[in-house]
């Protein structure tokens, strides 16, 4: 049963402090999509890659955040320096990526933040 | 550009009785839609997608949409509640203009009354 797969599942760390990510798309699938849930906010887009480029970062604010893809099977967000407002569940979903059709999003359990 | 819209932000049924879940859509082209399901402390479970093949869907658990172009509408029905049905929802349009981005409804919390 493929499934997404992030680590850490639960982080709590102290304003300032960096944080990283990591997240293991699905064998084969080529987009990798990061997603914030905030109770306020809702479901917002960080980062988008198709085969581990960067498609659109738009959603993220750049002077603290971001994202990578070091190999197919490895994706990493990053905040430095995090601050409480940063506090979040942090999904990564991954697509396979077919040209010319709407990609199917499959989504990992995520990484709850909380920054003090 | 795509757009959607859950009509309700909770919805409280009775265990067995039918679930009904609204989304309607706004699109320039042809969409694509999706229902997603997410329990608590948990990631979002695609329960079934749209894409311009058959108008109703079903999906898994028991739940079925149907994609109705004239209403512009995508409603998640269900015909009997079980308590375990009780999470969020969320309807889906993905962005057809190129980048196939998903665009995410609010978000529908359903309870299940014993």
């Known amino acids: 049963d493929a499934r997404v797969t992030q680590t850490p599942r639960d982080k709590v760390t102290e304003m300032g402090q960096e944080v990283t990510m990591r997240c293991q798309p699905i064998?084969?699938?080529?987009?990798v999509f990061w997603y914030r849930q905030t109770m306020m906010q809702g479901l917002e887009l960080l980062a988008y890659f198709r085969n581990r480029a960067p498609l659109d970062d738009s959603g993220m604010p750049k002077d603290r955040f971001s994202a990578e893809m070091p190999d197919a099977t490895l994706a990493t967000l990053k905040i430095q320096p995090s601050e409480p407002r940063d506090s979040a569940v942090y999904f990564c979903a991954s697509g396979v990526g077919l040209a010319g059709v709407a990609d199917t999003q499959y989504f990992g359990p995520g990484t709850r933040l909380t920054v003090l | 550009a795509q757009s959607v819209t859950q009509l309700d932000s909770h919805v409280s049924v009775s265990e067995g009785t039918p679930v009904l879940l609204r989304c309607n859509y706004s699109?320039?082209?042809?969409?694509?839609l999706f229902w997603y399901v997410q329990h608590p402390n948990k990631g979002l479970q695609l329960l079934l997608k749209y894409t311009s093949a058959a108008t109703l869907v079903k999906g898994i658990n028991g739940f079925e949409a149907e994609f109705k172009k004239s209403e512009t509408s995508f409603h998640l029905t269900k015909p009997s509640a079980h308590m375990s049905d009780a999470a969020e929802y969320f309807c889906?349009?993905?962005?057809?203009?190129?980048?196939?981005?998903?665009?995410f409804g609010t978000g529908t919390r359903l309870k299940v009354l014993a």
């Open positions: 889906v349009v993905s962005d057809l203009s190129g980048t196939y981005k998903y665009i």
């Open positions: 064998l084969g699938h080529n987009t």
């Open positions: 699109s320039s082209y042809s969409p694509s």
